[in-house]
């Protein structure tokens, strides 16, 4: 073996771990790129004030906007009232207003999960589309738990 270089176990050894962390970077810095494009291209910047109104047994954590093609879309965390051990029913009317105060858009929605079983207080995800409903115009946007279902609405049936 010449003098100065290391033998071929030594390179092997030293490489594969170069290998392996340049590979991982090779895929997940595209994937991250990706989805950081997506986000900036789609959260509202500034965020619209948010109001957000809980009442009863649930409490409405967070919210936040994002532009779609064809409207606006909230998102957001709610969570079972401290005390409060057995299932939350109800519903979400989320309302968007503009500078003037004037209502531009309003759905209903119901969140995903089940709030935690056996004393376990979870979040659960709500997710709301407000089609038609122009995102730069957006100054304000209510998020309102309500306890008693909307009869007419096909998504409470379905949760």
Known sequence: MARGRPSMGTKRAIMKPLFIVAGAFGVLAPLALIATTAQAQGRLKPQPIFALLS???????????????DGLSVSG???RAPLWKTNVTGHL????F???GRRLGSTSAVWRGSL????????????????????????RVAVTYHPV?????????AR
């Open 55 to 69: 009442q009863g047994h649930l409490k409405v954590l967070t919210a936040s906007a994002w532009s779609e093609l």
């Open 77 to 79: 965390l709610v969570r």
């Open 93 to 96: 009317d989320i309302e968007a």
């Open 98 to 100: 503009d500078q003037a």
């Open 116 to 139: 935690g079983s056996s004393g376990h207080n979870e979040a659960a995800r709500y997710n709301a589309r407000l089609a038609g409903v122009n995102p730069a115009e957006v100054m």
């Open 149 to 157: 279902a909307h009869a007419a609405e096909p998504m409470e049936a």
